[in-house]
């Protein structure tokens, strides 16, 4: 099964070398053919205004959001979350997203002292012991669609539960970036219960 890791910006590389650790074809993409190529995409973590801005330059825009609207296996890791839900808080003006997740993210969260922290967090479907998660300059959910199952939420600092896991049907969002911590776990949750489950890859 290939799998793209939107290559515009962000830590492409980290996440090509843990989706490789899951025994999967990983590689960088970026021009329309090899999107077309993909069985399934992931969004980095970077800058999620980047991202979208040189999506829409290189006009890949409508075409990952026609991709991601018909079936395709997309995970994205905190700019990817942002990148992945339909509404977006504190976004800049004009701010496009590819959409998908019936879901409203805040941009930046976690608020200038805790720009970037780590914690444990438990993972529904990841079972074994708690997944490591770094967050930097994080979004968090503020709300999810009746479509959306929360995998994963954090305490924020007035001691409400924000969501930072969320699964809607073939699409996988983290506020966090398992990517950086060596854990693939995540990437392999993506890979088995998502990727192979729906599309019925192998390899
Ligand atoms: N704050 C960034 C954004 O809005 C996301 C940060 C990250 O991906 N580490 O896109």
Redesign the pocket.
């Known amino acids: 099964m290939k799998i793209g890791v939107l290559a515009l910006q962000?830590d492409v590389r980290e996440h090509i070398q843990s989706l490789s650790d899951c025994g999967v074809d990983a590689r960088a993409v970026k021009t329309k053919g090899e999107i077309q190529d993909i069985s399934a995409l992931v969004i980095p973590?970077?800058?999620?205004?980047t991202i979208a801005k040189l999506a829409r330059a290189f006009d890949l825009m409508d075409l990952i959001k026609d991709r991601i609207k018909s079936g395709m296996p997309t995970y994205g890791?905190?700019?990817g979350m942002?990148l992945l839900s339909d509404n977006v808080e504190d976004a800049i003006e004009g701010q496009e997203t590819f959409g998908g997740i019936d879901m409203t993210v805040r941009?930046?969260a976690f608020g200038r002292q805790v720009d970037s922290f780590e914690t444990e967090l438990k993972f529904k479907g990841i079972t074994d012991h708690p997944v490591r998660a770094v967050f930097?300059?994080?979004?968090w959910v503020e709300s999810v669609g009746p479509s959306v199952e929360v995998l994963a939420q954090i305490s924020d600092q007035d001691g409400n539960s924000r969501p930072v896991a969320v699964r809607s049907n073939n699409l996988l969002a983290t506020s966090f970036?398992p990517e950086l911590t060596g854990d693939n776990r995540v990437h392999r949750f993506f890979v088995e219960d998502i990727c192979r489950q729906l599309t019925g890859l192998k390899g």
């Open positions: 962000g973590g970077g800058e999620s205004t890791s905190c700019a942002i941009r930046n930097i300059r994080a979004p970036h």
